[in-house]
C-alpha cells in the first residue's frame, strides 16, 4: 500500500555540484547551464524559477539521469546518478498517457515494468483514491479533462512511491482555475508522501506557493542567480501581505516589477 503519513518514505538529498551542460547541433555548440550548484535536502519542497527556455528542464533530465552532465556531478544520497531509477522519477508537463488504456492501466504501467504488478496490484487503487480519481478506474483519457489527466500522469509515478518527485512544469498547460486547484493537490501529496519534490516552473507565484526555496535562474545558459528562502507556514494564500511583499521582492529581483 502506499506509505501512510506515520509511515513515510524518507525523501532523497539531491546534491548538485559544479553542474554545467552543453549541446551540439550541426558542428555549433549551445551551453545550457553554467556550474550549477544547490542541495535539495530530504523531503524539502524546491522550486527552479526561472524564464523559459533558460535550462531548467535540462537540469531534470540530468538528475533524472536520462543524461548525464558535461561537467560536475550529481549525486542522490551522496551516490553519483549515472541513469534512471524508479526512486526518480519525472512528471512531464503533457501526461502523455496512453490513449487505448484505461485510467487503472496508465497508473499500472511502472508496476508491469517491474514485473510486480500481481504482487501490488492494490496500490493502484490506493493511489487513484488519494488523487481522487478511483471513481474513473476505467475511464479512457479522451474521457478526462485536463486536470483529471494531469492526476493520472502523477498518480503513475505516486505508485512506484518516489523518494524525489522531478516536476517539469506539470500545470503548466491547464487553465487558471485548475491549474490553482491543483497546486493545493500537489501540495497536499507532497505532505502526504513525504518524498522530495523539485518543480520546474516560470511562475513566481506558483513558486511561492509550493516551495520552501526558490532557487532564481539567469537567462541561458544557466546560472544560479540566487537562493530565496519561503519561510511562510502553509496553506499560502496570494493576498496575505507577507506573501504579496515576498512576491514583489522576487519579481523585482528577476527584473519583473511592471508586472506588479
Not at 71 to 89: F, H, M, T
Not at 247 to 255: F, K, M, P
Request: hydrophobic residues 45%.
Amino acid at each position: 500500500m502506499v506509505a501512510a503519513a506515520a509511515e513515510r518514505i524518507p525523501g532523497m538529498r539531491v546534491q548538485v555540484r559544479q553542474v554545467s551542460h552543453h549541446f551540439t547541433s550541426n558542428g555549433a555548440r549551445l551551453d545550457v547551464l553554467d556550474r550549477v550548484n544547490f542541495t535539495a535536502e530530504p523531503g524539502s519542497f524546491v522550486a527552479l524559477l526561472g524564464p523559459s527556455g533558460c535550462g531548467k528542464s535540462t537540469l531534470l533530465r540530468l538528475i533524472a539521469g536520462l543524461e548525464q552532465p558535461s561537467e560536475g556531478k550529481i549525486g542522490a544520497d551522496g551516490v553519483r546518478i549515472v541513469a534512471p531509477d524508479p526512486s526518480r522519477l519525472l512528471v512531464f508537463q503533457d501526461p502523455t498517457l496512453f490513449p487505448w488504456r484505461t485510467v487503472r492501466q496508465n497508473v499500472s504501467l511502472g508496476l508491469e515494468a517491474r514485473g510486480v504488478l500481481q504482487r501490488d496490484r492494490g496500490r493502484v487503487l490506493e493511489v487513484l483514491r488519494l488523487v481522487g480519481l478511483e471513481r474513473f478506474a476505467d475511464a479512457l483519457p479522451n474521457e478526462l479533462s485536463g486536470g483529471m489527466a494531469q492526476r493520472v500522469a502523477l498518480a503513475r509515478v505516486l505508485v512506484n512511491d518516489p523518494r524525489l518527485l522531478l516536476l517539469d512544469e506539470p500545470l503548466g498547460r491547464l487553465d487558471a482555475l485548475t491549474r490553482m486547484t491543483m497546486q493545493t493537490e500537489l501540495l497536499r501529496l507532497w505532505q502526504h508522501a513525504g518524498f522530495t519534490s523539485l518543480l520546474v516552473t516560470h511562475d513566481v507565484e506558483e513558486a511561492l506557493l509550493l516551495a520552501q526555496q526558490v532557487i532564481v535562474f539567469t537567462q541561458r545558459p544557466a546560472r544560479i542567480a540566487e537562493h530565496v528562502a519561503v519561510d511562510l507556514p502553509y496553506p499560502r494564500h496570494r493576498d496575505d501581505p507577507a506573501f504579496v511583499a515576498l512576491r514583489r521582492e522576487l519579481l523585482e529581483r528577476l527584473n519583473l516589477a511592471h508586472e506588479l
